[in-house]
């Protein structure tokens, strides 16, 4: 799995261009346009969703499925990092 470097979203204008290579997709790289707004509630979804994880990690006894949700923890990482900080966050 390759996810451009931490703060490369791009943007054009009033949208961020952010690509990423989903797990099992290698080679193949997904690309979506968000205006500021938009971007935003997306960071904030998927940090509320990351805090959920954790917790659900923390209570998982199986560790095959605790690497899986580690895996998932890292993935949702770095598409947060590739996310403006909102204007009211900065």
Known sequence: MHAQTPGAGMTSGNALCLAYEPL????????????????????????????????????????RFREMLYQVDGMLQRVIQQLPVGAAER
């Open 24 to 63: 099992g997709w290698e080679g193949t790289v997904v690309a979506i346009s968000l205006s500021e707004t938009d971007a935003n509630l997306l960071r904030q979804t998927l940090e509320a969703r990351l805090v959920e994880l954790r917790r659900e990690i923390s209570h998982t006894d199986s560790p």
